[in-house]
């Protein structure tokens, strides 16, 4: 049995909305999300000639899709940031709220448990501030913070990805915990 051939003028009504969706979970920007299901579908269509129907049509097209996330992510990493450090504002190091042997919290600085109850309403009120604050982050403290914790990428593949050395992964990471810790707390979120 021959496998369908795919037909790309259905693929924004059979994949779009399920694209879309996941794009957004991965961004958080409407705008942005749907930009990179446009080139997903124009990337496809480009290499409609190599679809060898190893996997379904719509797992090739979500394939295509998280290495445009990725992209967006490399690009944004790439980004010019400008601005002073927020970390030293008032002196504070990384040192002072992080265990550099492990990365971890330090004792006195770790956070206070953020979910005091199950409702729904009170996850999803701190989904939305934690969105709301990775969008503060710095281009590439974002983009790192998103491929490790979004992705799920390892901190080689990122540093592969993003041409960036371990000790400066790890650096970029913790200052993306801390100012998310910082915005968190700011709205509400931590210590009672």
Excluded at 71 to 98: K, N, S, W
Excluded at 109 to 137: G, K, M, T, Y
Aim: with cysteine; net charge negative.
């Amino acid at each position: 049995m021959t496998p369908a051939t795919p037909v790309p003028a259905e693929w924004p009504a059979r994949f779009g909305d399920e694209l879309y969706r996941f794009a957004l979970s991965r961004v958080s920007d409407s705008e942005v999300a749907e930009e990179l299901v446009q080139e997903t579908f124009l990337s496809a269509l480009a290499s409609l000639v190599t679809f060898r129907a190893d996997a379904s049509e719509r797992t090739w097209l979500f394939v295509i899709l998280r290495r445009k996330i990725i992209d967006h992510y490399r690009r944004q990493a790439r980004a010019p940031h400008v601005g002073l450090d927020a970390l030293h504002d008032g002196g504070a190091t990384e040192a002072d709220y992080f265990n550099p042997a492990n990365g971890h919290w330090t004792g006195p600085q770790a956070p206070a448990s953020w979910l005091r109850a199950d409702a729904a309403l009170e996850q999803q009120e701190l989904h939305e501030i934690l969105r709301l604050c990775q969008e503060r982050l710095p281009p590439q403290q974002g983009a790192v913070f998103a491929m490790r914790f979004v992705e799920e990428l390892s901190a080689e593949e990122i540093c592969q990805e993003l041409g960036l050395t371990a000790s400066n992964y790890w650096v970029i990471v913790h200052r993306a915990k801390l100012q998310l810790r910082r915005c968190l707390e700011k709205h509400g979120m931590g210590k009672n």
